[in-house]
Each structure stands twice: as structure tokens, then as C-alpha cells.
């Protein structure tokens, strides 16, 4: 077969592709990042690009791209770069929007105090040394040892011990050190006195991956690194990766897996570069993440998890030798992965259960937890429920005409001034609030999930939209509009001036629709996990979650995306899930703890409930039933 | 680095390699198989080849070499390959005794009555299919079917069935049939109905390595292969391989394990290729083999089983996923290899032992199972006592004038007229014997250790060779006669024109000594065992192992190597180490019994035993003390 020359600008990135690859494959193969939020199903329009040159040298323009693309923009060379499959040399020009930027990890380890209890633990002992009279073999010998000095049974071995166990012994001058699994199995051997052992803790998000590098006899966090997932490229969310999956069953799977496996590699070998320990040093290792992560990092096929009722491939935690995925630690170390509530509540939430436990205390607890999708548990020490709602991907930025993933450059925070309607923001990546910058310095590029949110609550606060997420009739900021193109209504966040982008970034009336859908879907299942316990508040509520933790709660107060709640009551825990991970790496009870608790959750299926249609419809107003929302009085204007 | 053109002939195999390469080295590299007896150390002198062109492309000559070529011969062109390295292209000729021949493969299963109780079990099932009020997920729910249905509780179940456990339990619509190791661990998952498991027994020898495919419901044996261990390349006996390990530290021991592994593989690609199963449908393999072999296998450092005091790395038998070791059967099964008494009594003795069970019975039985290592059992159900003694190579043929191995044209059985002392013999792979064919067609090659040991006892029965093993100064025979090339006295077994190889195949006074060093052995060991029992006789001699179990039993009575014995209480057994195999892969708790045995015999290291070098020298004498052999009365002359 033969290849083409393709050149991505402007980066630069060039190279030979196979004919018959779309543009955005052919990105991926050259290192120029395209975004793709659909799982490059034609379903997002993210991956927007112009070809500069050689636009015969491409499949024809598909009836879906222009649903994207208009007329105008056809004629101006655009494409989708998931539906353009390449059959000769193109050049390609990847707008500023279009281009995949580094997402902003915030995923740092949060103080808890843990008992100290690891999984592995480390065993001196002195062999006596073998003769002619005592010839017994060196597995044998150690394992009398044990047993004489720490009563220490029948433990097995695991055969890449075995394979170095005589020269370990010897070059130990027959003083060794073992690294023992569970009361259960030796996992390493080394030579002479050794007093540490150490252990990463993983939470693999659907964005986001992050590792905390612990020492397993004191529990401190010696290093903490995160990236974007990989998988990102195969598909922005759960169900788009498992749809690619689905498409591409020969290699879908194994393409995804591999990406998240190297993902965890790569945190392994970052991690301990700021120490100096090597890879075969980190002896454990847990893991958290959904359901569909879970099953992609193993290789299990995850096509049920994405198709009625979503049965998991399995419930209970599972210990895994690293070999076996390809992890590259102490090659006799398994990966402990946390059990799985149910098919849309995954090990992320039993990490977050184990970290907060609800299920000790006696006040009623709603724990939202939002990521890529949104995870909602209710109860306390007598009963747990959990859900699941499908926010959608407006929140990571997906679907809105400006949205895009928190990564510098994003819009995070958003402020209304209720009298002027001026609009004060902040991106990531600039310390400085845009009233205090010059437009010039800003360069805003889009509004990420919680500057989205930001803005619909401001926008309400200051009356500029109404309880049913319309544009007032009666306002008349200089920032409202009519966009001529769409004819749709919007609201001028950001000036090009201000922008990087060199256009006006705005939330449109589709958008705000968007975000009505996404916080009506979390207050809907906390409102019928409610009903079904049979009450009508709660003692507290716990936001959690690569988004849910940097939600600024009175802000998901008034667009009504929580239950009333007195504000003080409300807690960010940050990413509790990676802290239930580290929480099982250094303390085995709990991980026999978050089985039982996995196991004693009941699991709602949402959709299926009674009223469930009709609750979500009247949750989509903001703030819905706003004589529910006592703790709002004050904030928000009184619409009686 | 520069390559040379390097041509092997008569095969006519041809191809580069890097400079430095030895010859030995380029000829496995280019298919051309050349003996190697000692591992590439220049000590056996059996790789001998001809340089026809390019003598100068070649570093020079040493003076190990010039212990097996004389002056004449090298000013001929002769090399050793294992010594002479390339420098430039070199056209070589390898003479007819130094090719590799595919050796004589005589490991037949022997029946015997088997329990069938497999450690592999099938288990049908019915799954009630998954819905919205019943998502439990697929492991869970198999494993609720199972208690259910059988009441086997918490199953482990491998990685490799979990990834495909969802699509295969929809593929058979609910249900499956599950198999099911050790009542441990759910290792195969298959839609619809199974009836049959399979398993495969293999006994590596350190030279033949051979498989039994069988079926784990009946026992039946399906498919019987064997092939040449190819490690042999790497030396000859388990010595050399070890010491071919020490010398390549780099890479000496993973380029032996992966020869094994590969040629299991090829085991079980060759015996389901009998069957219509596939080597997904072998879900449960055993493996016996000496020390050595065991731990090469599975990549342990063999270096301290060499070296006194001969520690193994473990004795206990030893489950490993067959994945871990790189063999292709059905992915998640294990391969169980046998426990280990010692340094030099290994898996296939423990094999040799659950077949023969002297443990159960009171008569006491004298085991001695002869392979390229000799290791012999004494006892009976009251105590066992086991024991290595050093053979060396000289019953396998090396070492010797005209040794070879068990491979066609090798003279295997001898018969010397008491009267005219002429010759009958019999060739491997030619059912007549000499007597009866014409000198043309018979095309002997060697002798190989059959051979050798038959014709030390017809040149001892016909009175041509002494007591002391020296030929006898009275002796006029025509095939007696000295070298005039190094003034050896030697006696001529075929001549010539009954030759492949030109040249008359003789037994020489240095081959006859190496004979009774190696029979010596054999019996100073079975004597000293016999002495720590308190015993001067026994009630049976069980022969056995690739060499044992072809020796005529009378010979080997004759020349001294087994204590006396009626010969009617002379078993030979075959391949009892495989049959080992084969009943520990039909029956679980033979498995465990395998490790009772291995721990309770009591290993003799003969070596530091008291008066050991006083026994061993009258031990070389044909036969020994004969006085103490009233069996032979009547088969050898009498001395008196």
C-alpha cells in the first residue's frame, strides 16, 4: 500500500501515513494532537481543520461534517479531520481551537490520617548457611526461616523470585530481606537489611490519570504525578470509548488499553524520578477509576458496561500480577483494583466511600461525585445507595460553542456584576482576574466546566436569564446579542481582545441548555435517592471529583444543582477517590472494607424509577422549586 | 559490524554472520547442526570439521585443539568449531561423525492402571441472564451459579477469563461450561456444553524431550511426540549446560530456557496436530525433568545445583502459569512440575516414584534409572534413600573412539561367537542384524551406550578382555589389534565396508576403561546404599530412564554395574519418569503424594561417604567380587 505525505501546521509535524487513514489518525501517528470529544464519530465538530493543500487528496466532504461545517466554511477548506480519510499528500493548518492542549491537572493528594497496615511488609532474615550436610534448597531454607523467626506459614513464591533467589542469597552472604504479599506470597528478595518498601497509588479518570508515589511504612507521599488519559484520542467520555470499542473490535480495545497501561508506565517512571528509588522498588499498587476504565486497563471487553442493564464484567477487587497488564514494577508485585458498586458506579466511588465513610456516621450524607459523569451516593451507617446520571459532556466543555477541557487558557471563574452586567474572569494559567489585566494579556481560549457553571449562575443571579434559562426580555446589557449566523441568542463573556482566539468568546442560549441538562440530571438523582429514602434534606453533602471538587458550591446552590443545603454544610474533598486508593495501599483492611461496603450498596437505576421524566423536567429550571431552596434566600433575586 | 559468508557442506546451508561468531555458532545460526558433546568448551573433541576454503578467515589455531587433532590432520585443514572464530568467508566441510543426527526416540508411554481424578474438572452451567432488577455482574453471577449448582465456593478466576467472560457467556446464550484447577481457580470458560479436558505430560530429558497428549475424562493417551532437547547444542550433559550458563552470564541461560520452551511448544503443536483439538483445548500440563532441566525451564539460575553442596533453588513442586514461561496452551492453565529431592535427584526420579510406588510395598526395590545422570533409589515402604552418581558421558556414547548417541546407524546391540569372536551387531534403524545383511547395506555409523555396554560384556564372556578389563594376553582374535596411530590396543566391532564413515568402528582399551568408570559408578553407588540400608541383597531391580531402560539386563549383570540379582527380579520400566508425568496429570492427589515422597526420601551424597574411593576402585572390575555374584554362574567363565 501506498503512503502520503502529510504536513500538520503549524507545528510542523510531518510525515508518511498509510492512504485510507483519516486526518485525525494521521495526527495522532505524527504527534500533532487533534481533539476529538465523540470517540471521532463525527458527533462533536472538535476536530475542525483547514486543508491548506490538497484538498482533492481527500474523501468527499460526508453529510455529517456539515452539520458542523457551513457553506462558507466548506468553500474556506474546512473539514472534520475524523471523517477526511487521506488518499494523497495534504497540508493541513489546525486552528488554535481545534488543537489538544495539555489538560490542568488538579488531582494533589488530600491530608487524611490513615493507619498504617500495608499489603506488603518487609522481613529480615539471617539463613544458615547450606553444607554437605544440610543441602536443602534455598526456597525451602527461607521458608523454614520464616517460620522459625516470624511463624510465618507455607508462603508461596512467586517464580520471578525464584529465578534470582540462590544469587540474592549469596550476594546477600546468606542475610536477606523479604517483601512478603498479603501474609501470603513472597514478591521480592533482597540482598542484606533492607527497611522501606513503597507503593503507588493510582485514580485512572476518564481525563484524567494521577499517581501518588506513598513509602508503605510511613504513609508519606513522596511524589505526585498526573497526565491526561491517554484514551482521550480513542474518545472523550465513557460511552464514546466503549462505542470505539464496538467499532473497531479487532484492535479498539488493545489500542486503549496499551494507552493506559504506558499512561501508567510513564506515572511509575515519573514518579520515582523524583526520588531515588527505580521501578522495581514500588512493590504495590492500587488502582481506582469507573467501571469502563477499569475494564479497559484489564482488557475486558466493556461493550455490556455500555448497554442495558450493565452488568460488569466483575464486582470484587481484583489483584492482578503487574506482568500481567505489563506494569513495569517489582516484577512479582500484583495491582490491587478496588471493587465495582455496578456498571456506572465504578472503584472511583467505593475509593471516595472508603475515603469518607459514610457508612460509620450516623448524620445522612450525599456524596456527589463528578467527573466525566456523575456519581451520586446517599446514606449512612445504617444504608447506602448509590446512582448514576448521565450529566453529559457539557461540563468537561464539550458540546458549547466555547467549551473546552480545563487547560490553560480556559475560563474558570466568572463574575456578574448584577448592577453593570460587566463581566469579571479568571483563566487557568493567569493568576490575575481580567478587571485587573489588560485585554491584550488575558488570551482566553474557551470556558471550561466550571467557568460554564460560573456563568449560569451569574447570569441568574444578576437577571439576566430567567428561571427558565432564557434570556430576559427586559435586560439590555451591550453583551447581549443575537448572533447573526445562528440566529441564536448569547451573552458576551469574553471580548476578542481578551481572547486568544481572536473572536468573542459567548454562552448561547443552546449552551445554557446544555448546562440545564447536565445539573437537572445530578439534582435529579439526588432528589429521587431522596424520595426513596423518605426525606426531604440532608446533613450533608460532600462534592467530589475531578469537577465536582472545584465547583464553587454556592454557585451549584443557585443553579440548583445540589439540594438545598445551608453552604456550611457543603465540603469539597478534592479527589477523594485517589485518596481511597492511597487509603487501600497503605492499609489492607480497607480494601476488604471496600469490598464489603461494594458489596452492601444498593444500586439505583435511575431511569427506571417512577417520575423519573417528570422530576427531570421540572429540575432543568433554575433554580428548580425555589421554595425548596430556603438557604438561597438572599442570593438569588426573589422571583415572588 | 561486518558479516562473513560462511557455507557448511555437504548440507550446503549458507548465510552471513557477524564477524567473531565460532563456527559452532554460525552453524546453529545457518541450520547446520554440529555435535557438541561438552557445551563449546573444547573438551570432547567431537565438533570437529574441515576448512576448505578460507583457512587464513579463521583466528588460530589453540592448543586445546591439539588434543584431538594431531599435526597431520590439521595440516589437513581440521578445526574444532567450537574453538575457531570467524574472521573473513570460510567454506567448511563437516565430516559424517561430527553432523547432529535426530537422535533415536524410545519414550513410549507404558500402561498402567491409572485413578482418573484430574486437578482440571468441567463444570456445566446455567446462568440466569442478567436485567435491570438482577445487573449482578458476570463473575458474580457465575459464581453464585456454581455454589448453587455445586457448591463450590469462591472460585479465583484468571485475567485471561475475565476479558472474554462477557462475551462468551452471551455466546452461549447463558450457558457455558466452566473448568475449573485444583478446585481453586476458573481457568477456562467455554459456551455451551464441554464433555472432555485435555492435559499434556512431559518428561524432559537432557536429551530427549517427550509429550503424551491425554484425555483428562478416560486418561486414554491421544498423541505421543518426542524430540532431541535442543539444548544440546549448548552441551551435552546437565554439567556442561551449567557451565555454559556461567560462561555466558549475559544471556547463556535465557537462550537454554527459551530452546526448551520453544521445543515444548512445539510438543503441543505436534500432538494435537494428531487430534482435532487445539492447543487452547490443553488445559492442564505436567513436567518431570532432573534438577537442571526443572530450573533452566523456568529460567532459575541452575549455577549453585553444580556446586557443592548441590542446593536446588526449591524441592516443593511448583504451579506456574503456563503464560509465564512463554508455553501456548489455553491461556490462564498451569503447568505443574513435579517436586525436586535434590541437587542430582530430581522431578523425573519423583516421577519414577509415584510410578513405581516402592513407598507401599515390603519387598526392598533398588531403583536405578540411568539417563545421561545416573540416580538410584533403595527401600520399600519403611524408608527410602536416594542417591546421584556421576555416569559421565561415556553411556551416551561421548567420550569414546566411536561414540555416539542413540541415532540411526549407531551400533546398539553386540554379540561376540565365545568361539570364533566374530562380530553380530545391530544397527538403529535397521531391523537385520549384521550377520544376516550385506556389509554395504548396513552403513554403521558409532556405537552408541546399548552398544558400548554389550560389547564390554561379550568381549569379557568370550575371554577376550580380563577381570581387570584389560584385553587378554592370550586372546588371538583377527578384530584384535594395536593402533598404530596411538599405540592403543582395540578391538575392531565392524568393519569398514559395514560402515557409513570408511573406516573400521573399534572399541578401545581407553574406551573400555571409560566404560567401567561409568559402570563402576553406577554400582559403588547401589553397593554403598545396600551397606547404609544393612542389606547385601535385594529383592528387585527396577531399570529405567532413556538409557536404563534399554540395556539387556543380563549385560548389565555380566559387566558388574548392578549389585547381583536373580534376573527374574530384573524389571525394565521404560520411561517411568513419564508415566510419572502422565499419573500426575491424570490424578491430583498422586501430586501431592509426589511431594510427600520427595520430602521423606533421604538424600545420600555418596562422595563423603566412608570408604567411597576404596569401593569405586574395586568397583571398576568386571565383575566385581565374583563371589558375590552367583547369578552369573555359568554366563562368564569362571575365574577359579
Chains 1, 2 share one sequence.
Not at 489518525?25 to 500533532?32: I, M, P, Q, T, V
Not at 489546525?94 to 500495608?118: G, L, M, N, Y
Not at 458506579?345 to 465513610?357: K, P, Q, R, W
Not at 445554557?512 to 429514602?533: D, H, P, V
Request: hydrophobic share 40%.
Amino acid at each position: 500500500m501506498k503512503d502520503a505525505m502529510v504536513v500538520f501546521q503549524p507545528s510542523g509535524m510531518r510525515g508518511k501515513v498509510p492512504l485510507g487513514e483519516t486526518l485525525i489518525e494521521a495526527s495522532r501517528r505524527l504527534g500533532a494532537d487533534i481533539e476529538s470529544l465523540c470517540g471521532e464519530r463525527m458527533l462533536c465538530g472538535k476536530c475542525k481543520v483547514r486543508i491548506e493543500e490538497g484538498r482533492e487528496n481527500l474523501t468527499e466532504f460526508q453529510r455529517e461534517e456539515g452539520n458542523f461545517i457551513s457553506l462558507a466554511e466548506r468553500k474556506g477548506g474546512l473539514r472534520l479531520a475524523c471523517a477526511a480519510k487521506i488518499t494523497g499528500d495534504v497540508l493541513v493548518f489546525v486552528p488554535e481551537e481545534t488543537r489538544a492542549s495539555k489538560q490542568a491537572i488538579r488531582k494533589a493528594p488530600t491530608k487524611r490520617p490513615i493507619k498504617i497496615d500495608p499489603a506488603v511488609k518487609l522481613y529480615p532474615l539471617t539463613l544458615k548457611e547450606a553444607s554437605i550436610e544440610d543441602p536443602l534448597g534455598d526456597c525451602e531454607r527461607l521458608n523454614q526461616a520464616l517460620e522459625e523467626r516470624y511463624g510465618l506459614k507455607n508462603m508461596s513464591l512467586d517464580l520471578e523470585v525464584l529465578k534470582s533467589l540462590g544469587t540474592i542469597i549469596r550476594k546477600g552472604n546468606w542475610e536477606i530481606t523479604v517483601s512478603i504479599w498479603n501474609s501470603r506470597e513472597l514478591i521480592r528478595v533482597q540482598p542484606g537489611r533492607v527497611t522501606n518498601a513503597y507503593g503507588l497509588a493510582v485514580d485512572i479518570g476518564t481525563t484524567t490519570v494521577a499517581g501518588y508515589l506513598c513509602s508503605l511504612a510511613t504513609g508519606e507521599v513522596l511524589a505526585t504525578y498526573s497526565l491526561m488519559n491517554p484514551q482521550v484520542t480513542y474518545g472523550e467520555d465513557v460511552m464514546s470509548r466503549i462505542a470505539y470499542h464496538m467499532m473497531h473490535p479487532d484492535d479498539g480495545l488493545h489500542k486503549m488499553s496499551q494507552a493506559i497501561v504506558e499512561a501508567l508506565n510513564s506515572l511509575v517512571v515519573n514518579t520515582v524520578k523524583e526520588t531515588s528509588l527505580t521501578p522495581d522498588d514500588i512493590e504495590d499498587m492500587t488502582v481506582v477509576g469507573n467501571t469502563a476504565m477499569h475494564h479497559i486497563l484489564l482488557g475486558i471487553n466493556p461493550e455490556y458496561v455500555g448497554t442495558a442493564p450493565f452488568p460488569p464484567a466483575i464486582h470484587h477487587s481484583i489483584d492482578v500480577k503487574a506482568r500481567d497488564i505489563g506494569i513495569r514494577i517489582n516484577p512479582s508485585s500484583y495491582i490491587h483494583i478496588l471493587p465495582i458498586e455496578a456498571g456506572f458506579v465504578g472503584a472511583d466511588n467505593v475509593g471516595l466511600l472508603i475515603a469518607e465513610e459514610p457508612y460509620k456516621k450516623k448524620p445522612i450524607c450525599l456524596l456527589i461525585d463528578i467527573g466525566t459523569n456523575g456519581e451520586l451516593v446517599l446514606g449512612n451507617r445504617d444504608k447506602l445507595m448509590s446512582s448514576s446520571c448521565a450529566t453529559g459532556p457539557a461540563l468537561e466543555g464539550a458540546q458549547l460553542t466555547f467549551g473546552m477541557r480545563a487547560a490553560p487558557g480556559a475560563i474558570e471563574r466568572v463574575i456578574i456584576d448584577p448592577e453593570t452586567h460587566e463581566v469579571n474572569f479568571k483563566v487557568i494559567g493567569r493568576d490575575e482576574w481580567s478587571k485587573y489585566s489588560r485585554p491584550g494579556e488575558i488570551k482566553a481560549k474557551g470556558i471550561c466546566g466550571t467557568g460554564v457553571l460560573d456563568s449560569l449562575a451569574e447570569l441568574y443571579r444578576a437577571g439576566i436569564i430567567s428561571k427558565s434559562g432564557a434570556f430576559s426580555k427586559t435586560q439590555r446589557s451591550k453583551r447581549y446579542r443575537i448572533n447573526q449566523e445562528n440566529n441564536q441568542p448569547e451573552f458576551v463573556i469574553a471580548w476578542k481582545e481578551e481572547t486568544s482566539i481572536g473572536r468573542d468568546i459567548t454562552i448561547s442560549l443552546k449552551d445554557i441548555r446544555q448546562i440545564q441538562l447536565a445539573k437537572g440530571a445530578i439534582y435529579t438523582g439526588c432528589k429521587l435517592m431522596m424520595r426513596k429514602r423518605g426525606i426531604d434534606s440532608v446533613d450533608r453533602i460532600i462534592l467530589a471529583g475531578a469537577f465536582g471538587s472545584y465547583v464553587d458550591p454556592e454557585k451549584a446552590l443557585i443553579i440548583g444543582m445540589i439540594p438545598d443545603c445551608d453552604l456550611k454544610k457543603v465540603y469539597s474533598v478534592g479527589n477523594a477517590a485517589g485518596d481511597g486508593a492511597r487509603i487501600a495501599l497503605l492499609n489492607k483492611n480497607k480494601r476488604a472494607e471496600a469490598d464489603r461496603i461494594a458489596k452492601q450498596v444498593e444500586y439505583i437505576e435511575l431511569t427506571v424509577e417512577e417520575d423519573f421524566q417528570m422530576e427531570f423536567t421540572y429540575s432543568l429550571q433554575l433554580p428548580h422549586m425555589r421554595d425548596t431552596f430556603p438557604h438561597l434566600k438572599g442570593i438569588v433575586p426573589d422571583d415572588s
